[in-house]
């Protein structure tokens, strides 16, 4: 994400065209796990990397903006969705009661990347269903 947004940000500005970047992180920007340390920290990176960018490109009408999943139905959650007592604690913990599905994340990215999202930048937006709220889990 780190060469991609700056490669992009810098072909935005040389060519003056304004646009949207969206970085994906995680809700484990925020919250840790065992043996989750390098993912842990990579989405804080990307979350500071994102409000950098913000600032520097903002003035080129570029914003820049991080979507964070929660639990999203994805291969990446494979093992923990298959893990029925898992899968209902989580559940449990998250506001609305439901895992999310891949399109809540892309609902939001169409957001930040439509005229309608034009005066976010620099934010991190949670799509978690409410479950940072719920931090530390109970």
Known sequence: PFLCSREA??????RGTKGRI????SVHQESCFVDGGA?????????NLTRTMAIELGGFGITVNDVAPGMIMTRMNTRAMSDADHLAWAEEQIPIKRA????DIANMVLFLCSE???????????????????WPPV
């Open 100 to 103: 999310g599905q891949p399109d």
């Open 39 to 47: 993912y842990c920290v990579s989405k804080a990176g990307l979350r």
């Open 9 to 14: 940000g810098r072909r935005m500005v040389d």
């Open 22 to 25: 969206v970085n994906i992180s």
């Open 116 to 134: 309608a999202g034009a005066y976010c930048t620099g934010g991190t937006y949670y799509v978690d269903g409410g479950w940072m709220l719920t």
